[in-house]
């Protein structure tokens, strides 16, 4: 499924069907064969059950590992990228690679779900031409080109490492 479907789709049976639990009560449809973004699982068993659906995804496939800022444990990418090369054809590690202009705040950034915007948790700057998202979205690296329904895909993801 497209980055963008996974919104439309959602809006859609919505519409049709109204909010079901755990099936249209989101904004958003989980893309193409991955675990659910908000589902608590740990990197090495996403790897493992991905693995298997790859091989079917003729369009196409990449899985993703979330992932703290290990900037001060290369010990723990290193395990990582081992174990994807040796369990896995495609994936790839995301972190949060966001910043602020308004007080050089590197980290990630955060966003208000009701006001739907991003603001910097270090000087609380809102303008969103300063709070800058720099996120993977499944594959590619951007920043600000989401929908609303896979902005809050992406806000709703939980990390695999602990
Ligand atoms: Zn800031």
């Not at 069907?17 to 996403?46: L, M």
């Not at 270090?122 to 993977?136: A, E, L, N, S």
Request: with cysteine; proline share 4%.
């Amino acid at each position: 499924m497209a980055e963008s479907l996974c919104y439309r789709f959602a809006k859609i049976d919505r519409a049709t069907y109204g909010i079901i639990p755990g099936v249209t009560d989101k904004k958003w449809y989980t893309n193409s064969y991955h675990v659910c973004p908000t589902e608590q699982i740990s990197a090495f068993d996403k790897i493992d059950f991905e693995a298997d659906f790859q091989p079917y995804s003729s369009g196409g496939c990449i899985s993703y590992i979330e992932i703290p800022n290990l900037e001060n444990n290369l010990e723990a990418v290193d395990q990582l990228v081992q174990y994807m090369y040796n369990n896995i054809q495609y994936c790839e590690l995301n972190t949060r690679a966001d910043f602020c202009c308004e007080c050089g705040f590197h980290g990630e950034v955060l966003y208000d779900k009701e006001n739907a915007r991003w603001y910097c948790p270090q000087c609380g700057c809102v303008d969103q031409k300063k709070v800058i998202p720099t996120r993977r979205t499944c594959g590619y690296v951007g920043s600000f080109q989401w929908n609303e329904g896979k902005t809050e895909e992406i806000t709703e993801r939980v990390i695999h490492v602990d």
